[in-house]
């Protein structure tokens, strides 16, 4: 797996890939951030969308031990000494792992999941869309909006402010990389992630997969 994505790795490496990066100026920021904490809600209960992993999954709201038992690091797996997002507030924490093949990340806030993202590497056009269909199925949908800008593919959807986004990048030999990200729109706001999206998610013509 190239690293050019992973927390810094995984976050970074969604941003390049989905064509967007950070807001470009510090100032802005800093403006974004100083209201971030109170922005992301509290999830005294869970939220309704969830990262799947075979039959069970993570919502937002869940415990970091949650996460890591839906996902638990591989015995090779490699996990990255940072735990803050250089955008992010300090009070918000990163937790992740990456093998060859495949990652898995969260962001914290108050001890709790606020965004979760997991990618794959590698993987066949028919194992995607087994990947596609779990999601679906783990959150209750029978479709997503679609779209593709600037060379990736995007699927997603949301449940009041909270999104699942899938994005899909052709790579060599008739194989993509692809990553699940759930998250509060506040955070996708503040990493700039997805802007296309945002743009077009409510317009009625947008296509349905």
Not at 61 to 67: P, R
Not at 128 to 144: E, M, P, Q, R, T
Not at 173 to 179: E, I, P, S, V
Request: aromatic share 8%.
């Amino acid at each position: 797996m190239k690293r050019t994505l992973w927390l810094l790795g995984i976050l970074s490496g969604i941003l390049s890939v989905c064509g967007c990066a950070p807001t470009d100026s510090s100032s802005e920021i800093l403006n974004v951030n100083k209201g971030l904490s109170t922005l992301v809600p509290e999830y005294t209960e869970l939220s309704k969308v969830r990262l799947p992993n075979g039959r069970r999954y993570v919502s937002l709201g869940d415990t970091e031990e949650k996460a890591a038992a839906v996902f638990p690091k591989p015995s090779r797996g490699f996990s990255p000494s940072e735990e803050t997002v250089p955008v992010l507030p300090p009070d918000f924490k990163s937790k992740v792992w990456e093998t060859t093949q495949e990652g898995f990340g969260i962001i914290l806030h108050d001890d709790k999941v606020v965004m979760a993202m997991h990618q794959y590497d590698g993987i066949m056009a028919d194992e995607f869309a087994s990947i596609l269909d779990n999601v679906k199925a783990a959150n209750g949908i029978d479709h997503f909006q679609g779209l593709n800008a600037d060379k990736v593919d995007y699927w997603f959807t949301r449940f009041g402010n909270d999104l699942i986004v899938i994005s899909r990048v052709a790579g060599s030999k008739m194989k993509y990389q692809a990553t699940i990200t759930i998250g509060n729109e506040h955070i996708f706001d503040t990493l700039g992630i997805l802007k296309n999206i945002k743009k077009i998610e409510y317009s009625p013509n947008s296509p349905k997969t």
